[in-house]
């Protein structure tokens, strides 16, 4: 079984900053691509910004330059700092890691439970 927990959600003021984290845990032989995405209330689910295992990233236009993507491959965590953040960015992130459970098997998409942020207008 694979888990993936995000933490760090909350609810700041705009201008605010927050840092969400996101173990993988469990059967993981090797990730590949870590990835945070977001989902606004009667909106698409969106990919935030990714980051490969040798830690390339690309980000969403709406985010550039206020979070960054981040990951410690030893502890299988990826981190999203969030900055300057503004009422639009209120949604639920949830974070995405592409891996394998053993050598011989595929790469797959394994998602977390999501975690709230909310900043109020």
């Known amino acids: 079984q694979v888990q993936l927990v995000e933490s760090g959600g909350g609810l700041v003021q705009p201008g605010g900053s927050l840092r969400l984290s996101c173990v993988a845990s469990?059967?993981?032989?090797?990730?590949?691509?870590m990835s945070w995405y977001r989902q606004a209330p009667g909106k698409q689910r969106e990919l935030v910004a990714g980051?490969?295992?040798?830690?390339?990233?690309n980000y969403a236009d709406s985010v550039k330059g206020r979070f960054t993507i981040s990951r410690d491959n030893i502890k299988r965590t990826v981190y999203l700092q969030m900055n300057s953040l503004k009422p639009e960015d209120t949604a639920v992130y949830y974070c995405?890691?592409?891996?394998?459970?053993?050598?011989?098997?595929?790469?797959?998409?394994?998602w977390g439970q999501g975690t709230q942020v909310t900043v109020p207008s």
């Open positions: 469990g059967s993981i032989f090797s990730i590949n691509y």
């Open positions: 980051i490969t295992e040798r830690g390339s990233t």
């Open positions: 995405n890691a592409n891996l394998r459970t053993a050598w011989h098997t595929t790469w797959a998409d394994y």
